[in-house]
C-alpha cells in the first residue's frame, strides 16, 4: 500500500509533479534556444539582404543608354532602355541573342534586374530595341502583322507587305506562283557589337 502524504498526496503523485515539473522547464528552454536561433538566422539574413540592396543602383538613377554590370537571372550586363529594362547578351543552347530583363523595382512578378555599376555608354544613333523589326524572308521588305476584323472567320490577321499590302511576296515561286509574306526578325546586329565590347556574353 503507497505511503500518503497530508499535503502532496501519494509517492508517486509527487514523483510524477516532479518530473513534469522538469519537462516543462526543459521544453521551455528548448523553445527559447530555437527561437534565438531562429531570430539569429532571419537576422543576418536580412542584415546580408541590407548589404546586397544598398550596393546596388536606385531605379531613379538608372541613365538611358548606359551600360550596366547586372544582378540578373540570364545577364551579365546590359543597357538600360530608358523605360523598363536592361538589353543584353544571352546564351542559350550554344546560341547568343538580345534579351531583356526587366527591372525588379518596376514588376514584383516579372522584375529580375538589378544595376550593380556603370561600365559604359551606347552611342545615340544605336537603336536600344532588341530588334529593328519585321522583313519578309523571301523579298526583305518591311512587313507589319495586321489583325482581321472580329467578325470574320478564319485567322485573327495576317502579315503584310507595307508596300502594297499584300500577304503575296513580290519574288516569283516555283510556276510563277505567288507566295505568301515570311516574316523575319530583323536583328540589331549593332547594339548586340556594341554590348560585346563591354564582355556582355554569358557561357
Not at 516543462?24 to 530555437?34: A, F, G
Not at 546590359?78 to 541573342?97: A, M, P, Q
Not at 556603370?118 to 526583305?140: D, F, K, Q, R, Y
Request: hydrophobic content about 35%; aromatic content about 10%; glycine content about 8%.
Amino acid at each position: 500500500m503507497a505511503m500518503k502524504f497530508s499535503k502532496f498526496g501519494t509517492v508517486c503523485d509527487r514523483i510524477r509533479l516532479i518530473q513534469n515539473c522538469f519537462f516543462v522547464r526543459t521544453i521551455r528552454k528548448t523553445s527559447q534556444t530555437r527561437a534565438l536561433t531562429h531570430a539569429a538566422w532571419i537576422g543576418s539574413g536580412s542584415l546580408a539582404f541590407l548589404n546586397w540592396s544598398q550596393g546596388m543602383i536606385k531605379l531613379e538613377q538608372l541613365q538611358r543608354g548606359t551600360v550596366y554590370r547586372l544582378q540578373s537571372r540570364n545577364l551579365e550586363c546590359g543597357v538600360w532602355n530608358g523605360e523598363d529594362g536592361f538589353i543584353g547578351i544571352r546564351t542559350k543552347f550554344g546560341l547568343r541573342f538580345l534579351d531583356m530583363e526587366i527591372h525588379w523595382g518596376l514588376s514584383k512578378t516579372f522584375g529580375t534586374a538589378q544595376a550593380l555599376e556603370t561600365m559604359g555608354t551606347i552611342p545615340e544613333s544605336i537603336s536600344l530595341n532588341i530588334s529593328l523589326g519585321t522583313e519578309c524572308g523571301n523579298c526583305h521588305k518591311p512587313v507589319n502583322y495586321v489583325k482581321r476584323p472580329a467578325e470574320q472567320k478564319g485567322a485573327s490577321g495576317e502579315w503584310l507587305h507595307d508596300d502594297d499590302d499584300s500577304p503575296n511576296c513580290s519574288v516569283p515561286f516555283q510556276n510563277s506562283k505567288a507566295r505568301k509574306a515570311s516574316p523575319v526578325v530583323i536583328p540589331n546586329d549593332a547594339l548586340f557589337a556594341e554590348l560585346r565590347k563591354y564582355d556582355c556574353d554569358t557561357q
